[in-house]
């Protein structure tokens, strides 16, 4: 066992208010630099033992509890991948929902035009029945992506703001 370990695992004993592993103390009594650490948290753990700490007021519990969140998000959006950095897998499911009704939308106008092809066919040209194809399609398609685009924008901006708001 090197005295590194011994090291960490005297600290862990204080940390945990326990008392250390005997072999530990043995370690500590034979070897100067362990004995020195040992005798050092024993002088620090009656530093602590005679200091008195008043409880926090409410706002001030509330300030730290403010702190050590922004400082966990900060840490979260770190480890993000860059891509995704901020937008989470709320994100991501609300964008697989948008993307599986968009089948159900495309064949819904599909089954429109093809109806109104063939009521009107008989008293409308081809190409007049082609334009009115593509005047229908495109304001289709075009609000179906602003539609689907922001669904899941919307999702994650309405998530993160109650956690904020916290």
């Known amino acids: ?5 011994v090291q960490e695992r005297l600290t862990e004993a ?10 530990d103390g043995t370690h500590a ?3 100067g630099s ?8 024993r002088e620090v753990a009656e530093y602590l033992a005679g200091v008195h700490v008043p409880a926090l007021r409410a706002p001030a519990l509330e300030a730290c509890e403010t702190r050590a969140l922004r400082v966990l998000r900060a840490q979260r959006a770190a480890r993000a991948p860059a891509p995704l950095r901020g937008l989470g897998p709320d994100f991501l499911r609300a964008a697989l ?11 819904h106008a599909w089954l429109v035009a093809w109806a109104g092809s063939a009521l009107l066919g008989s008293w409308l040209p081809g190409p007049v029945l082609g334009w ?6 495109a304001p289709v398609a075009l609000a179906l ?3 689907y ?5 919307a999702v994650v901006a309405g998530k993160r703001r109650p956690l904020e708001e916290s």
């Open 1 to 5: 066992m090197s005295c590194e370990e």
């Open 14 to 23: 204080l940390l945990a208010h326990a008392a250390p592993a005997p072999e």
């Open 29 to 31: 009594q034979g070897c």
């Open 34 to 41: 362990c004995g020195a650490h040992a005798r050092t948290l």
């Open 97 to 107: 929902l948008a993307l599986l009704a968009l089948p159900v939308a495309v064949g």
């Open 132 to 137: 009115l194809a593509v005047l229908y399609f």
């Open 145 to 147: 992506g602003v539609l």
């Open 149 to 153: 685009g922001a669904i899941p924008l």
